[in-house]
């Protein structure tokens, strides 16, 4: 493992390792961003009908709560490299399979539902394969700058540079944006491939042990440290409240402020340039609070943020929250995955980081729903005001986590633990 020390605070190295795995990543977002604006547009190409155009992001949705648990404990028992490389492998001849179909005018709406799941379906190995992968390739104070850097550069590339490209290379043809896609799977997966890395090394696993036992043993792990369940808890809340007001945001700005199609675009862009913003803070917040504190923080300032914009009929005072809250929300991501990773036993970080991602996925389309009652129920302003309720009781269910005697639960199975040549 190599760090460098920057001002006096361990940071990873860009040579080596972790320079590889960040470039992947920022790649591959990449191409994920541009695949993910095409889609629905060539859905509408294909039908008009609104159902059936939702259920293609719905299919991005599906696959973690059915496979995102099995996905952990797969990214535990396998090497975590070879494991990414070979999905991107996979993913990357997927997409280039279906850039050729668009391209000869073969699309479907069917084919549009199997390429959304077939990739999320693989994703649940390659995300809990990724988190588990970090821990090897950087040092352990050095994991809140490794995965700040990584966050920063993902949001960088799907947030704000994908965006111009879609609308260049429709030009050039619909199939035109997959084709990239299938181009950044394949650069991606030879970055991982290319890490050096021994095998991993296994302690005897228990007789009979099975895939489902191992789930189970994960999830008792991550219910024992009560840390790591508060803050899994506080996730699950945070993302309910966050599906209900994405949701319902695009009737916030065009009806309740009546600010056109221009606001709506103006409020994106500035949750995106504040995720930008918390990249580059989130180490700094975290060393003056610790980890648990960052998130703390971070939770107060979001609810803040949405009670402004519940409250404020202004687009200004709405541009301003959704910096704050997008500047707020990397911080906790940064903090959350840090924090999971450095507490988790070293053979169940995969499993550990499933559950939160499960967490996180179900709580997404669980808050649009609620956000569509409440916009019913309360006004259009409703599901703001509705989710600064629900990261108040999030801000509360941590502050039990924050005492200084909460263990670091020990692990009760033998799993993988990678090691990477120095």
Known sequence: MTTVESAGKAAPAWRGGFGRLWTAAVVSRFGDALRTAALPLLAVRLTDEPLVIASVTACGYVPWLLFGLLGGAVADRVDQRRAMWAVDTVRGLIVAGFALTVGLGHASIPLLLALAFALTTLQTLFDNASTALLPSLVDKEALGAANARLMTGQQLAGGLLAGPFVPLLLT??????????????????????????????????????????????????????????????????????????????????????????????????????????????????????????????????????????????????????MLLLGAMGMVWNVNQVTLMQQRSPASMVGRIASAFRTASTSGAPLGALLGGVAARAWGLNGPALFAAVLFALAVTSLIPARRPDVPVVAADDGATTAHVTR
Do not use: K
Not at 219 to 231: E, I, P, S, T
Not at 259 to 273: E, L, Q, R, S, V
């Open 172 to 321: 050039a043809g619909a199939f035109m944006p997959f084709a990239a896609d299938a181009g950044t799977y394949l650069v991606a997966a030879a970055l991982v491939a290319s890490l050096r890395t021994r095998p991993a090394e296994r302690e005897p696993r228990p007789a009979g042990s099975t895939l489902r036992a191992e789930i189970g043993a994960g999830l008792r792990a991550l219910w024992r440290d009560r840390a790591l369940r508060a803050v899994c808890v506080a996730t699950l809340l945070c993302n309910i409240g966050m599906g209900a007001l994405i949701a319902t945001l695009v009737l916030h700005v065009t009806r309740w402020l009546d600010a056109g199609n221009a606001g709506y675009a103006a409020a994106m862009t500035a949750y995106a340039a504040g995720s930008l913003l918390g990249g580059f803070v989130a180490q700094r917040i975290a060393r003056r609070t610790g980890r648990v504190g960052a998130l703390l923080v971070a939770g107060a300032v979001q609810t803040s943020s949405l009670v402004l914009i519940g409250t404020v009929r202004h687009l200004g005072a709405l541009l301003a929250g």
